[in-house]
């Protein structure tokens, strides 16, 4: 992934998560139970958190795009879309199977966090 793309699509994943945060908050309270709603929050959170990390990383990568940094904006963002989709969909009353979907997205998230950690050791030398 560019650089450039990273910043775009780390924009629109935050701005579509605080849309979804608010829509938690707001719209659904009440209309879903408070184990949903809790489901619902945490995949708004997660996304916000990481659409913020996916734009940092981005800029990172716009003085050096290196393989490891092109990969950790796609693990992110990739992450993002399945762990909080999934969480979403559960949320909304969607097949519960797709609950067991979460952890995957949970995995390309961690595997992202791992490669900055890499590369963050590797440009140190």
Not at 17 to 29: K, N
Not at 40 to 60: E, N
Request: aromatic share 6%; with cysteine.
């Amino acid at each position: 992934m560019s650089p450039r793309l990273g910043i775009f699509i780390g924009g629109l994943l935050g701005l579509t998560g605080v849309a979804a945060g608010a829509f938690g908050a707001h719209a659904l309270r009440g209309a879903l139970d408070p184990r949903s709603l809790e489901i619902w929050g945490t995949g708004a959170a997660y996304q916000q958190l990481h659409a913020v990390l996916l734009v940092a990383v981005a800029i990172w990568a716009r003085a050096e795009a290196t393989a490891l940094r092109r990969a950790a904006m796609v693990l992110l963002a990739v992450g993002v879309v399945v762990f909080s989709g999934a969480l979403y969909t559960v949320a909304l009353g969607g097949p519960r199977i797709l609950g067991a979907v979460a952890p995957v997205g949970g995995l390309c998230l961690m595997a992202g966090w791992a490669v900055i950690a890499i590369e963050g050791l590797r440009r140190a030398r």
